[in-house]
């Protein structure tokens, strides 16, 4: 059975940084794209950053410049670092596997605030 596990969220003031990992296991997650995405509560969830297999990367325009996604493909594991937080990123952020069929982490709540 696939499963994805996100650890790192926690608390942090404006400005402050957090990273983010995500573990696969149960398939082979090295050769698929996975990504990031959040959920605040009462908005849609929305992409944050995703990377292939290859290592290119994108970002969605809110976290350019801030976030940094990367991935060691031996330990099945992804990354987010989190750099200058704002309180509008907190979230719940999910990791997620491209394969042909979609894998959802539970989620690691982050939560930026004063």
């Known amino acids: 059975q696939v499963q994805l596990v996100e650890s790192g969220g926690g608390l942090v003031q404006p400005g402050g940084s957090l990273r983010l990992s995500c573990t696969a296991s149960g398939t082979a997650a090295s050769i698929y794209t996975m990504g990031w995405h959040r959920q605040a509560p009462g908005k849609q969830r929305e992409m944050v950053a995703l990377?292939?297999?290859?290592?290119?990367?994108n970002y969605a325009d809110f976290v350019k410049g801030r976030f940094t996604i990367s991935r060691e493909n031996a330990q099945n594991t992804v990354y987010l670092q989190m750099n200058s937080l704002e309180p509008d990123d907190t979230a719940v952020y999910y990791c997620k596997l491209y394969a042909p069929r979609t894998y959802w982490g539970q989620g690691t709540q982050v939560t930026v605030s004063s």
């Open positions: 990377i292939t297999n290859r290592g290119s990367t």
